[in-house]
T-cell receptor, first 112, second 113 residues
């Protein structure tokens, strides 16, 4: 059982480039989340989705976009990468009941 | 909005020492509480959870946490830590709508062999 799969694991971008971080889950979870983790700052919620076709902003959505065309996939898009987006990004999913979230292995992104 | 405070940012212990990590949350009605652990280079994993019932919750690897409603606290404890417990620990609570988690800033634990 793969759980939550994130690709790529590492990426270096130049300022102004764009990229999509992929996230897929095979647990048929309705809820999916994108977080960023910065040293000493815990996890900040970027966007979340409660089901296919439904997305909403979290705490730090600026500079990011998401889509949820299927239950399984929840890609995160960076349109114009900035150094402030250097971080580790985690995707998570939950069945919706009681909020037990399952996390992917993360994507470490550097914007130079 | 819910908020979560973890007071200890860095903790260094020797093996066999006892551990207690603080977590306080703001009131938000029905309370579900979580502790997640992130071992070096790995993703977050659920350590234990509280939904209702016995306020003393036991999790994996000998960890436990006690929900004290009057203090809005959910402190994590372990009687005797091991080197393999070196990790970052996060407390989390759902928001009022129950559709997302708010995480504390994390406590980085280092256990010296």
């Amino acid at each position: 059982n793969a759980g939550v799969t994130q690709t790529p694991k590492f990426r270096i971008l130049k300022i102004g480039q764009s990229m999509t971080l992929q996230c897929a889950q095979d647990m048929n979870h309705n809820y999916m989340y994108w977080y960023r983790q910065d040293p000493g700052m815990g996890l900040k919620l970027i966007y979340y989705s409660v089901g296919a076709g439904i997305t909403d902003k979290g705490e730090v959505p600026n500079g990011y976009n998401v889509s949820r065309s299927t239950t399984e996939d929840f890609p995160l898009r960076l349109e114009l990468a900035a150094p402030s987006q250097t971080s580790v990004y985690f995707c998570a999913s939950a069945a919706g009941e009681r909020n037990i979230q399952y996390f992917g292995a993360g994507t470490r992104l550097s914007v130079l | 909005a819910q908020s979560v405070s973890q007071h200890n940012h860095h903790v260094i212990l020797s093996e066999a020492a006892s551990l207690e990590l603080g977590c306080n949350y703001s009131y938000g009605g029905t309370v579900n509480l979580f502790w997640y652990v992130q071992y070096p280079g790995q993703h977050l994993q659920l350590l234990l959870k509280y939904f209702s019932g016995d306020p003393l919750v036991k999790g994996i690897k000998g960890f436990e946490a006690e929900f004290i409603k009057s203090k809005f606290s959910f402190n994590l404890r372990k009687p005797s830590v091991q080197w393999s417990d070196t990790a970052e620990y996060f407390c989390a609570v759902p928001n009022n709508a129950g559709n997302m988690l708010t995480f504390g800033g994390g406590t980085r634990l280092m256990v010296k062999p």
